[in-house]
């Protein structure tokens, strides 16, 4: 069971489409040990809500996660996280196109190499890459990749993660991450759900 703790309101009836559903980990992991997120929370996911059939239609989530960009009811993703923090896109975005966009992205696989310009998406990819302005001009511009601690550091972890598929982390390579995301000055948070149990 989930409830909302309103930082502003917020509830599950108040989500509104494109809300952005930032997740934060039960425990420290490879992501959140080279990212932070707003206000130093451990973010390691995003999703993009969505009600199928209008304003009073079905709540899910767009999500890539493994295996593909999919649909998950909103319940299902709620329990999977401790928090769930609620940013809204208050910079010009025309919100029903880039939903729509994210949508034409179902069953694409999931992108477990996190790298730009190829065929399979990884979970704030579908976010960066589909969030545009009325005039179509992406609102998040990309940023750097980060696989360093804070010392500057590339983490043991994605040495060997890159290693053994014969490949050089992508350090510094245009892409995006969640935690970054939820700090861009374009969200507001506006709303976090708690898992009770």
């Known amino acids: ?49 969505h009600r199928i059939g209008g304003e009073r239609g079905i709540p ?4 890539a996660i493994q295996p593909v960009v999919q649909l998950t009811p909103i ?3 709620l329990y999977r996280s401790p928090h769930v923090i609620v940013g809204r896109v208050t910079a010009d975005c025309s ?27 990884y979970c704030s990819e579908l976010v960066q890459l589909n969030y545009v302005t009325s005039d179509g001009s992406l609102v998040f511009a990309p940023v750097p990749m980060s696989f360093h601690d804070d010392n500057g550091r590339v983490t043991d972890y994605w040495i060997e ?12 390579e245009p892409g995006t991450n969640p935690g970054e995301l939820s700090r861009r000055p374009q969200i ?10």
């Open 1 to 49: 069971m989930c409830v909302a703790l309103p930082l502003a309101g917020q509830s599950l009836q108040e989500l509104q489409e494109g809300d952005l559903l930032f997740c934060c980990a039960d425990t420290a992991n490879a992501i959140t040990a080279v990212t932070s997120g707003v206000e130093e929370l451990p973010i390691d996911h995003v999703a993009v809500f």
């Open 60 to 63: 899910f989530v767009v999500e």
């Open 75 to 77: 319940d299902t993703f």
């Open 95 to 121: 919100m029903e196109r880039s939903v729509k966009k994210c949508i034409t992205m179902l069953d694409k696989p999931y992108d477990d190499l996190y790298l730009p310009g190829d065929s399979a998406v």
């Open 161 to 172: 993660f890159y290693r053994q598929r014969g490949m050089t982390v992508p350090e510094g």
């Open 188 to 197: 507001t948070i506006i709303g976090k759900f708690t898992r009770t149990r």
